[in-house]
């Protein structure tokens, strides 16, 4: 039976590229999303692969929706926590509300979804989860207090995890991307791309596949002995 497995943001931007590589490696994947009804709907009429709302901060919303998809799909054997916001501001600007909300949904996530699928995992002695960090939560950026924490944050939580799940056959390993092309960096003002682009030693901006190949390696079966990895996939801009 097909391994059935959860990517949170998986309906757009390297979320979709992962649920599509989840999907094209024989699993049977449940796509999360909080938001965009129509980008939904032409996802799941575009590849094929069920969409499933709910919003990753809301602890309760988490339980409920796996429970759902587990009804459906069956028991969850991977979750790929891949859904976060920006809501850039310097300090001087930041308030406490911008804070909240991208701790709440960007770190707050891993642990609501982790949580969620925890003790089935444990009961089959089986699991794999894979954390989406970022290269800016290695390296810090200038505006991104919140942002560089929480995923600064989900590094740590990923070795802690790691070591909680590894004599229970569940893996825990994260994937620090760098500036890839998707919707969100082609917002960024082209002399700032530019700028960018020529901080990355291979020159160019990452595609949204090369993350989700990543992800399709540490969740196969063959990967039981990677686990409290990052793996950093940012064209060499930032070697940690």
């Not at 699991?127 to 560089?148: D, E, P």
């Not at 190949?213 to 063959?222: C, P, Q, T, Y």
């Amino acid at each position: 039976m097909a391994r059935v497995a959860v990517v949170t943001g998986g309906t757009r931007g390297i979320g979709e590229a992962i649920s599509v590589a989840l999907r094209d490696a024989g699993m049977t994947v449940a796509a999360n999303y909080a938001g965009n009804d129509q980008k939904a709907s032409e996802f799941t009429e575009r590849t094929g692969i069920k969409a499933y709302k709910w919003d990753v901060s809301d602890f309760d919303a988490c339980l409920e929706g796996c429970r759902r998809i587990e009804e459906e799909l069956g028991q969850i054997d991977v979750v790929v926590n891949n859904a976060g916001i920006t809501r850039d501001a310097t300090m001087k600007r930041m308030t406490r509300d911008l804070w909240d909300e991208v701790l709440h949904v960007n770190l707050g996530g891993c642990f609501n979804m982790a949580k969620s699928v925890w003790d089935g995992m444990n009961a089959r002695k089986y699991g794999r989860i894979v954390n989406i960090g970022s290269i800016n939560g290695q390296a810090g950026q200038y505006g991104q207090v919140n942002y560089a924490a929480a995923k600064s944050g989900i590094h740590g939580f990923t070795k802690a995890l790691a070591q909680e799940g590894a004599a229970k056959g569940i893996t825990v390993n994260a994937i620090a991307p760098g500036y890839i092309d998707t919707d969100m960096v082609s917002a960024v003002p082209a002399n700032v791309l530019e700028k960018i682009v020529a901080r990355i030693p291979v020159g160019r901006l990452g595609q949204a596949h090369e993350i989700a190949r990543g992800v399709a390696f540490l969740v196969a079966d063959e990967a039981g002995f990677v686990t409290g990895s990052t793996l950093s996939i940012n064209g060499g801009q930032h070697m940690y």
